[in-house]
């Protein structure tokens, strides 16, 4: 018989208790229907978060959150259609949006590829495989490739049929890779989609937002409190092309800005950036991963004023969050710019200091050098 994920003790029974609560509250039932999905994954014996992954994670885990997610975006779809809440001119379920679909899914089976057999498909395998994905979807709608970014000189280019499409796949690919890289502190990325869809939804009123931004909010909650469950690669590549894919279109729409979009994933992509610079700095292939991101930074100072693993784990992807997609909804709620305008670009700018603030100030907690599988 395998061997489950984890045993289950008071302690856990005590969190699984505050979890249901708070998702029934905040949710009813659909909530404490996928608390209990969710606490059915934490003990499967396959899939399983290898410990010291990311340099943050240190209990026995499932890497099935991205299922749990699927699988209550689409419940929730399914009786939102059967109640009317579909509308016949939702943009994401009319026309050529099908794509869209496509595009998702095969992004997160690609991920669950990885998530069932680690290490079973090589870095540039799945890097091909993101190419051919998002290089497919956007020669199939050009319409999606951002010609007016204000941008001195790249407008220019990409007006160029052949470099706008290459441009923007190349631009989704490495949106999608930022998301995986930084998945790994508890509600990280979890909180920013929920953040995310949530504006894009009172934006748009697209059922389908409504309910990635429930099944992501779900998740941030059990994966916050409990720590056994985490997004895995299918959560990472399937909400990573969700969003990048829904911000090309919202873009194109003249709903949302690039600027927006840039400062409700700013810790993602700053980091992105700053890894791959540190890498080649180094002299290091930037597809080998490393443990010196910011949130180890912040993780391992956390560390030391908690002993509990999972506080510390949940405070720093709290904390990014909220300095984040957080600075991004306040804005949104009080006004600053409108979410269509490039004055959002100065918060970005705020984002990046304190992003370089941040990481030279935790120089001192940097944790023990050495490599792990998050790339």
Known sequence: M??????MTGKDLIKLSVMAVTAVTLFGVPGLLMMLLMQWLTRQAYATEVIGKHGISSL??????????????????IVGYFKGLVRPNDGFFMEDRWIWWIGVIASGLLGLVEDLHNDYLS????????????????????????????????DVLMAVPILGWLFTTVFCVGFVNSINMA??????????????????????????????????????????????????????YGLGAAVVLSGLYLFSEGILSAMFMACL???????FIAT???????????????NDHLHNRVHHYFQNWFSSPTLANSLTGLLLVGGSSGLALAGYFLGWWPITGESWVWLFLFQVIMYVGAFLLT???RPSPRLVADA
């Open 2 to 7: 395998a061997k489950q994920t984890f045993v």
């Open 60 to 77: 026995s885990a499932s890497r099935l959150g991205g299922v749990a997610v699927f699988v209550c975006t689409l419940v929730l779809i």
């Open 123 to 154: 870095p540039r395998l799945r890097l091909y495989a993101e190419l051919i994905i998002f290089g497919s979807f956007v020669g199939f709608i050009p319409s999606l490739i951002p010609v007016d970014l204000w941008v001195p000189g790249l």
């Open 183 to 236: 998945d790994g502190a508890n509600g990280l990325i979890s909180g920013m989609m929920t953040i995310a869809f949530g504006i894009m939804f009172m934006e748009t009123q697209a059922f389908v937002y409504v309910c990635l931004m429930s099944s992501c909010a779900l998740f941030a909650i059990f994966n916050v409190i409990s720590g056994r469950l985490f997004l895995g690669d299918a959560g990472a």
């Open 265 to 271: 994933f700013a810790y993602p992509c700053i980091d």
């Open 276 to 290: 791959l610079a540190r890498r080649v700095r180094a002299g290091r292939s930037i597809t080998l991963p490393d």
């Open 363 to 365: 120089s001192s907690y």
